[in-house]
C-alpha cells in the first residue's frame, strides 16, 4: 500500500488546500445559515466530476437528486434584493467562492475515488486501506496549506512580513492569553471542542461506512443540513443576534434535502446473477 504513486496525493492535498482556503475566505462574509446550504453543491460538482474524470454513468434518481440540489441552492439564495433577504448586503461573490470551494474538495474525493480503484488492481483484488490515503493526502494538504500563508495574507490585507507577528498573536488569541487581545472569547475552550467535536463526527461516519453503507453514511450527513441551519439561526452563545430565515430560504432548504434523498435512494438490480451446483 506504501508503494501506491504519490504524486496522486499531491494533487489531492493541493485541491483540499485550496477548497479549505477558500471555504473559509468566503464563510467569514456569509451569514452562518447560508454556508451548509451552499456546501451542498458538493454533490453537484461531484456527478459532474465524475462524468468527466471516472466516466461513469448515473441513474435518472440521482441526476434529478443533483438538479434538485442546484434548486434549491437557487431558491435558497435568491430571495430577492430587499433589506431582509438572507444575502442582503453581500452580494453573489462570496457566495460564488464558496461554491468554487466545493468544487476543489469534490474533485479532490473523486481523485480519492481513482486512487481506491487504481490500487485495487495494482493490490491484486486487495482493498487499500482508507487511512492510508486519508494520511497522504491530509500531509499534502498541510504542506501546501502552509505554502499559501503568503497569499492567504495577502487576500486579507496583512503584509508578508507582518505574518510572524500575526500568527504569533494568533497562537495567543488561541491560548487566551494577554489582555490586549480582544474577540478571542471562549478560547481555547471553543477551538478545542471544535476539533474534538470534528475528529468524533467523521469517526463516526467511516465506522458507519464500515459496518451499513455509503448510502446509509450519506443520510446521516444529509441530516446534519436542516439541523446546521436552524441551529446556527438561533442566537447562539458567542454567536449574538442569530440570523432570520426567510420563506424562500426555507423553501431553497426543503427542495436540497428532497433532492439529497432522491439521490441515495437505493436501487433495485434488474438482474440477479446465482450460481447452482
Known amino acids: 500500500m506504501m508503494a501506491v504513486p504519490k504524486w496522486r496525493f499531491a494533487i489531492i492535498g493541493f485541491l483540499e488546500a485550496i477548497g479549505v ?24 460538482w461531484q456527478l459532474l466530476f465524475a462524468l468527466l474524470i471516472l466516466g461513469k454513468r448515473f441513474l435518472l434518481n440521482q441526476i434529478a437528486g443533483c438538479l434538485l440540489v442546484a434548486v434549491g441552492v437557487v431558491v435558497a439564495v435568491s430571495s430577492g434584493s430587499g433589506a431582509d433577504t438572507t444575502l442582503s448586503g453581500i452580494g453573489f461573490l462570496w457566495p460564488a467562492v464558496l461554491v468554487a470551494s466545493a468544487a476543489f474538495q469534490a474533485g479532490a474525493s473523486i481523485i480519492k475515488e481513482f486512487v481506491f480503484n487504481d490500487a485495487a488492481k495494482r493490490l491484486e483484488g486487495k ?13 499534502f494538504q498541510a504542506l501546501f496549506v502552509f505554502l499559501l500563508l503568503p497569499f492567504l495574507s495577502n487576500l486579507k490585507g496583512i ?16 491560548f487566551n492569553t494577554g489582555a490586549k487581545i480582544s474577540g478571542c472569547d471562549g478560547a481555547p475552550i471553543l477551538p478545542l471542542l471544535y476539533i474534538a467535536t470534528n475528529l468524533a463526527f467523521n469517526i463516526s461516519l467511516l465506522h458507519l461506512v464500515k459496518i451499513s453503507s455509503a448510502i446509509v ?13 436552524y441551529i446556527m439561526s438561533k442566537p447562539l452563545p458567542y454567536l449574538p443576534g442569530g440570523s432570520s430565515l426567510s420563506s424562500n430560504f426555507t ?18 438490480p434488474t438482474k440477479q446473477h446465482t450460481k447452482t451446483s
Not at 453514511?217 to 441551519?229: D, N, Q, R, T, Y
Not at 434535502?257 to 432522491?262: D, P, Q
Open 159 to 174: 503584509p508578508f512580513a507582518s505574518l510572524p507577528s500575526y500568527l504569533k498573536d494568533g497562537a495567543g488569541c488561541f
Open 21 to 44: 482556503a477558500t471555504g473559509m475566505a468566503a464563510a467569514a462574509m456569509l451569514p452562518g445559515p447560508v454556508i451548509p446550504i451552499l456546501n451542498q453543491t458538493f454533490l453537484v
Open 217 to 229: 453514511s450519506s443520510l446521516a450527513v444529509m441530516l446534519s443540513v436542516p439541523l446546521s441551519v
Open 251 to 268: 423553501m431553497g432548504c426543503i427542495v436540497l434535502v428532497l433532492g439529497l434523498l432522491l439521490y441515495n435512494i437505493p436501487t433495485t
Open 127 to 139: 482493498s487499500l486501506d482508507i487511512f492510508v490515503v486519508n494520511s497522504f493526502g491530509s500531509g
